[in-house]
Nanobody
């Protein structure tokens, strides 16, 4: 099992910045992707950014150039630096990790952290 604890959400004005953190604990070996997803009211959960084991990153088109995903392997923590925030970034943000054990793929989710962009 992997436990994920997110932090860093809150209320920010348009154009502002936030940094989300997600600390993983438990069976953190064989993790091969770390990602952030978000879900706005009435919408499906969507990928925001993902980083895979070799360091390659991928971003949703809507956040490219404004949001950066990074990781600290020593701390088993993944970060999401969000700049130039827009009202449409308002959502609950979820951390996700995927872990491969033998041939079985496991996916774990954090509890979510609210990000509200509003003046």
């Amino acid at each position: 099992q992997v436990q994920l604890v997110e932090s860093g959400g809150g209320l920010v004005q348009p154009g502002g910045s936030l940094r989300l953190s997600c600390a993983a604990s438990g069976s953190t070996d064989n993790i091969y992707t770390l990602g952030w997803y978000r879900q706005a009211p009435g919408k499906q959960r969507e990928l925001v950014a993902i980083i895979i084991s070799d360091g390659i990153t991928n971003y949703a088109d809507s956040v490219k150039g404004r949001i950066t995903i990074s990781r600290d392997n020593a701390k088993n923590t993944v970060y999401l630096q969000m700049n130039s925030l827009k009202p449409e970034d308002t959502a609950v943000y979820y951390c996700n990790v995927r872990r491969m054990v033998w041939t079985r793929d496991y996916s774990y989710w954090g509890q979510g952290t609210q990000v509200t962009v509003s003046s």
